[in-house]
């Protein structure tokens, strides 16, 4: 009984383990193909709609997305 329960123990304290590096591996993969968005990010795609931002706007487009997070 005892043996069946550490046993069970064990086998989550593995699966956990795994289940960490496998989500750890597939997040580092992710932001290296899908980096956050930045600063330059940002300028270049008002830019793209027509508009010429200055550094204030960025910051407040940036302060808007980090609340949203």
Do not use: W
């Not at 069946?4 to 064990?10: G, R, Y």
């Not at 193909?33 to 830019?47: A, D, R």
């Amino acid at each position: 009984m005892a043996h069946d329960i550490l046993l069970v123990v064990i086998g989550i304290v593995i699966g956990v383990i795994i289940g960490f590096l496998v989500a750890r591996y597939f997040m580092k993969s992710y932001f290296k193909k899908n980096p956050p968005i930045n600063e330059k990010m940002i300028e270049t795609l008002m830019s793209s709609m027509g508009r010429k931002p200055n550094s204030k706007q960025v910051k407040q487009v940036m302060a808007q997305m980090n609340r949203l997070k």
